[in-house]
């Protein structure tokens, strides 16, 4: 009786590495998963955003986080100043900008057609 259960004993151990293998799979799926989804969409966008806040140039017309539009003034290394249409200055963060307008592009059009 205690070698059968002895010999049943051996036998899971050496399945143990093939198990263990099978139960670490899908957890390696669902990480690669996750990179592939989330992680390295992210990773693209931060660098586009650092890519355009370096070739920001003074006359830019720029629209920040808070929808703020305005025309680059003045340029810092982590300071941005906008002018604005009422002709008011404001110095913001430069990781602030969202968007870059720039001279050549027409602006965004309002959603609600006149009729």
């Known amino acids: 009786m ?17 198990a263990l293998i099978m139960n670490l799979l899908p ?4 990480i690669a998963i996750f990179y592939f989804l989330l992680i390295r969409p992210q990773n693209k966008r931060q660098k586009a955003h650092r890519e355009m806040l370096a070739a920001l140039k003074k006359g830019d017309t720029v629209i ?12 810092t290394d982590d300071e941005v100043v906008l ?3 009422e002709g008011g200055k404001l110095r913001i963060v430069r990781a602030m ?5 720039t001279k050549g592009e027409p602006a965004p059009a309002n959603d609600a057609k006149e009729g």
């Open 2 to 18: 205690f070698q059968a259960a002895g010999a049943g004993a051996a036998g899971a151990a050496g399945g143990g590495a093939t």
């Open 27 to 30: 957890m390696v799926g669902i």
């Open 64 to 75: 920040t986080s808070g929808g703020i539009i305005g025309r680059v003034f003045k340029l």
């Open 83 to 85: 002018d604005t249409l």
């Open 97 to 101: 900008v969202m968007d870059v307008k």
